[in-house]
């Protein structure tokens, strides 16, 4: 928590030295989504939360980084929260909201209590952090409202899964979803993108690059099982050793690129209904992931934004 703290006082006192005063900042239009208002301030505690909640230090040399990963996730969540207001569509699951707060406070070791005082500690309103997920979840519902009919699963595809898999594979996996080029580009754009995660770390590069939901997190999906993963995403993970980068699929949405991090054989205990209902809920998670970056897609273009520094 100390190291925490010290982070933090040098990003307030940077801002400060910039622009003379912390007041000052707060009064600083900084941009405008549709008609959200976004200010300094708001761009200065964005970067404490991804602080915070990435357990990350803080130095001169990545300050623009995090100004521009704050600046996307501000975008996203505020083109989300008109989309949200625009179906007047605000219903989302309580023990979802508690579960995530209490998994943010996880990723850094620390209990909920502890992740309050953290952020009360640094002069960031955990309120904010809190709004935060409740716009996510309101997304996530919004999704599921629009697109539930979509949800068709093959049963008799799980059904085969199932039978020729007695354990379980499971890859540890994060992803860079980058927008879509010509064909003739995309070559040089998966290039560009390897050099950048080279030189810069793929986490960091999935927060300032990625298209994707992952994004803000570093790209990262966490343990998945290979059965829930499509046939041709499959084939690459399964391609792809443990700590390397995957070959990129080209798909509607974008260009793909995954980093198999680990991967393990688990002798899954569950029966097979169990199991069956595991592997239809993850192919359902798959399909509405496709609707929700195809509709923020949408709503992105239908938004504008204006910057005023």
């Known amino acids: ?161 199932l039978k020729t898999n007695d354990k379980i594979e499971e890859y540890l996996i994060s992803e860079i979803l980058i927008p879509s080029v010509d064909a003739d580009s995309v070559e040089a754009e998966v290039q560009n993108v390897k050099i950048k995660i080279e030189t810069e770390g793929f986490d960091v590069v999935a927060k300032n690059l990625s298209i994707s939901e992952s994004g803000a997190n570093g790209g990262n999906l966490g343990w998945l099982n290979i059965n829930s993963i499509s046939d041709r995403v499959k084939n690459t993970i399964l391609n792809t050793s443990a700590g390397k980068l995957s070959e990129h699929i080209v798909l509607p949405q974008g260009i793909l690129i995954y980093k198999v991090r680990d991967k393990r054989i688990v002798d899954e205990n569950f029966n097979l209904e169990e199991k069956k209902n595991l592997l239809v809920n993850a192919e359902k998670q798959k399909i509405l992931k496709m609707h929700s970056l195809s509709h923020y897609d949408k709503a992105r273009r239908s938004v504008s934004i204006k910057y005023f520094q």
């Open 1 to 161: 928590m100390n190291k925490i703290n010290k982070i933090l006082f040098l990003i307030i006192a940077s801002f400060l030295i910039a622009e003379k005063s912390f007041s000052e900042i707060k009064d600083k239009l900084f941009m405008t989504i549709g008609d959200k208002a976004i200010t300094s301030s708001d761009v200065v505690n964005e970067i404490k939360i991804i602080l915070i909640l990435n357990n990350q230090g803080y130095n001169e040399e990545i300050k623009d980084k995090l100004h521009k990963i704050a600046i996307s996730t501000i975008v996203k969540r505020n083109i989300k929260q008109i989309e949200i207001e625009r179906n007047d569509f605000f219903e989302y699951n309580k023990i979802d909201y508690m579960n995530e707060l209490n998994r943010l406070a996880a990723n850094i070791n620390v209990d909920l209590e502890t992740l309050k005082n953290i952020c009360a500690s640094n002069e960031l309103d955990f309120k904010i952090v809190q709004d935060q997920v409740i716009v996510e979840l309101f997304w996530n519902s919004l999704i599921f409202q629009l697109y539930k009919d979509r949800l068709k699963i093959n049963l008799e595809e799980i059904d085969e899964k």
